[in-house]
């Protein structure tokens, strides 16, 4: 069978696991369900395996090394989801919030990763395992940076406080070009053997951040005036189709964050297109289209997040790390989100619950597992844990997404319904205020 057949079967298997979800309960995020579904199968799997049953484990493993995880998601799908998500972005709330959302994007991201760095160097040292310094930090760097597809996937359908949940969203879906300009300088210093130069660093994030940001602007801006010349509803919506497949292709081709261009073409079009340039009928059909597509498409990823625990091979000590790395990224998170916000909360008063749920809502996903896959093999062999660098940190980064998704995307609701409160409690205290003063 080929790679087609094997997405066809796996997209199958996750849509019949939402069905069953849905009926089961409303109230549990289909893609929390896909995601424990296959990794409980993809345990069994090994299980078996282990006890010499079936064998189905190898063969499994040999359908996910054929899809290409890595290729299949930064290459394939991530266009149409970033595309998807940004399409819902209401660009006057981001206005508002531009400058929690770049501090997060550029300041958070980069102390994120030397934190996380340290605090492992720190403790493998410590615990007798020790691992370079440059490793620590290259796992920082692809673990920083908070994933948009899972973030909008399981944020969103809470019904945040607007601002807050904007904060959030917005992160996800900008701090894209500053992880990959951090991942692969370091990247570079580890397996390259490159030296790290501030007219090198500067240039790459010309041309990765700033580059995608001008090409999502031309691609946009064509796609608005095709859509508003024709009155097609049909065409319309096809055309928006073109934007998360030709354009995606072309900003990779071309070298520049086809992430990126995919958020500012999202934001243009469901900004300035939806309200110029679709017909009436299309402006309806919008939302609809690009909400199945999402909903498709994030079941197939999250069913292969949790299937990629077959790729990873662990020893005592690297489950000891991955344990150990969970901790370590939730700290970091919550000291590079905490300093910024402690400067800013002297002009601009926030919900008290913003600096938790940016902290526990920082989502790791399928990004993060590319990024560590994406990792040679062979690079370095650390005998005191008995695994090579690459296994060892795929092992780590498998521990925090599943942590990430399975723990904080099932617990958050509470932090948010408690934010939706102090919101309520804050409007009905002012309303008092404007009250006595009339």
Known sequence: MNVYTYICFLSAISILIGFVTQKISDKIQYTIAVTATSMVGSLGLLVFGYLNWFNLDNITRDI?????????????????????????????????????????????????????????????????????????????????????????????????????????EGESLFNDGVGLVIFTTIFAIAFGGHSPTLSGISELFLVEALGGIAFGLVIGVIAHFLISATDDGSLEILLTLTIPTAGFMLANLLHVSGALAMVVAGIMIGNWTRNTGFSEQSRHNLDHFWEMIDHFLNSLLFLLIGLALLLVDFTTQGFLLSLIAIPICLLGRYISVWIPFKFLSRKTTYNPY???????????????????????????????????????ILVMTYAVVMFSILVQGTTIETMVKKSKEATLQRRGYMDLLHKKDN
Do not use: H
């Not at 690079?379 to 090579?388: R, V």
């Open 354 to 392: 913003t600096l938790r749920i940016l902290t526990w809502g920082g989502l790791r996903g399928g990004l993060s597992l590319a990024m560590a896959l994406s990792i040679p093999t062979g690079g370095l062999f650390i005998p005191a844990i008995g695994m090579d660098i690459r296994d060892l």
């Open 64 to 168: 996910m090394e054929q899809l290409d995880f890595k290729s299949f998601l930064l290459n394939g799908i991530l266009g149409f989801l970033l595309f998807a998500g940004a399409l819902g972005i209401k660009l006057p709330v981001m206005k508002s919030q531009k400058l929690e959302i770049t501090i997060l994007a550029l300041f958070s991201s980069l102390a994120s990763t030397f934190l996380i760095g340290l605090f492992l160097f720190a403790l493998t040292t410590l615990i007798g395992l020790p691992v370079d310094l440059i490793y620590c930090l290259l796992f920082g760097a692809l673990i920083s940076p908070t994933d948009p597809i899972a973030v909008l996937a399981i944020i969103k359908n809470l019904k945040a406080p607007k601002k807050l949940s904007m904060k959030v």
